[in-house]
Nanobody
Framework: QVQLVESGGGSVQSGGSLRLSCAAS??????MGWFRQAPGNEREGVAA???????TVAESVKGRFTISQDSAKNTLYLQMNSLKPEDTGMYYC?????????????????WGQGTQVTVSS
């Protein structure tokens, strides 16, 4: 069993920054990632890393978002810079105990409740 709790969402103007956090507890995790979903849109993979340090980010956020982990605190972070209105959505932290395919959402078997990010123009 894995429990995930996200925090750090909020409202910001275009060009601003936010840092999302995800506190994890429970069983050994193979990979963790961030996904987002805007109303009417499909869920989109944003960034992810595995327990060996391999990471990836979506093309839409490359150069602006950075994923990292504090192993001592079992916490995953998503640093979001140069935010755009199209980044608006509900952001979910997810964890997988069964896969290393970083941005395949169907392979994540644990999900947090989400934190809202709103970017205004």
């Amino acid at each position: 069993q894995v429990q995930l709790v996200e925090s750090g969402g909020g409202s910001v103007q275009s060009g601003g920054s936010l840092r999302l956090s995800c506190a994890a507890s429970g069983d050994t995790i193979n990979m963790m990632g961030w996904f987002r979903q805007a109303p009417g849109n499909e869920r989109e993979g944003v960034a992810a890393l595995d327990r060996f340090g391999t990471w990836t980010v979506a093309e839409s956020v490359k150069g602006r978002f950075t994923i990292s982990q504090d192993s001592a605190k079992n916490t995953l972070y998503l640093q979001m810079n140069s935010l755009k209105p199209e980044d608006t959505g509900m952001y979910y932290c997810a964890a997988s105990t069964v896969s290393f395919r970083l941005l395949v959402s169907s392979l994540y078997n644990y999900w947090g409740q989400g934190t809202q990010v709103t970017v205004s123009s």
